[in-house]
């Protein structure tokens, strides 16, 4: 029997494979981005069916085949429920998940990238800070993350949309969201991210075409 293999992580994205089958694409603290298929998930009452979801975070058993990796098990942790009855909040989820593929990469160490993604859907389920700030806060860190050059904001700044920026840059994921900026400067700070962003992102995601669709 093939050895398997215990990987934390959260599952990106799932897709129908064949009649029964899924196919995943998980961020892990192992070994960064991986696909793995989830054989027979979709048959009725299969026990790894929730597992298989979008956002599922937790323990994966996995055993390694020739191109992908084979769900054997998993212990889910966190299924961020509540972003499926917030619409708005799952649109931003899903262009951080997509985000986090984006920048994610196979046999590389996971870690920060998961950790930054785990805060902020937390955050997202907080309604003590606005989404447009877990947004921009997320877009920032993963670009530091990704080795981006972001150690200051790219225009002259005010000294508070500046002191938010570094401290982004500097503070560890998990300390990331316990401050807000009165509109004008969270304005500004968005102005900020979204140039830098342009600038160092080539991509076009679709999520973020809904969420700015939604959003307006």
């Given amino acids: 029997m093939r050895e398997t293999i215990s990987m934390t992580g959260m599952v990106l994205l799932s897709a129908p494979s064949g009649e029964y089958d899924r196919r995943l694409v998980l961020l892990t603290r192992e070994r960064g981005k991986i696909t793995a298929f989830a054989h027979g998930v979709r048959r009725p009452g299969n026990a790894l069916m929730a597992a298989s979801r979008p956002f599922s975070f937790g323990s994966f058993m996995l055993y390694e085949g020739r191109s992908a990796y084979n769900l054997q098990s998993a212990q889910i942790t966190n299924y961020f429920d509540e972003l499926a009855t917030d619409m708005e909040g799952a649109c931003y989820g899903s262009y951080f998940l997509e985000t986090a593929s984006y920048f994610g990469q196979e046999n590389m160490d996971g870690t920060e990238l998961l950790k930054l993604l785990y805060q902020s859907l937390r955050a997202l389920s907080r309604p003590a800070i606005p989404?447009?700030?877990?947004?921009?806060?997320?877009?920032?860190?993963?670009?530091?993350?990704?080795?981006?050059?972001?150690?200051?904001?790219?225009?002259?700044?005010?000294?508070?949309?500046?002191?938010?920026?570094?401290?982004?840059?500097?503070?560890?994921?998990?300390?990331?969201?316990?401050?807000?900026?009165?509109?004008?400067?969270?304005?500004?700070?968005?102005?900020?991210?979204?140039?830098?962003?342009?600038?160092?992102?080539n991509h076009t995601f679709k999520s973020l075409e809904i969420l700015e669709l939604m959003t307006g």
Wanted: charge should be negative.
């Fill in 131 to 201: 989404n447009e700030l877990i947004r921009r806060i997320f877009e920032l860190k993963a670009m530091v993350i990704n080795g981006e050059y972001t150690e200051e904001p790219p225009f002259p700044a005010s000294e508070s949309c500046t002191y938010a920026w570094e401290y982004v840059v500097c503070s560890p994921s998990q300390s990331l969201y316990n401050f807000t900026l009165k509109p004008e400067v969270l304005g500004e700070f968005e102005r900020m991210v979204e140039y830098s962003r342009r600038h160092f992102v």
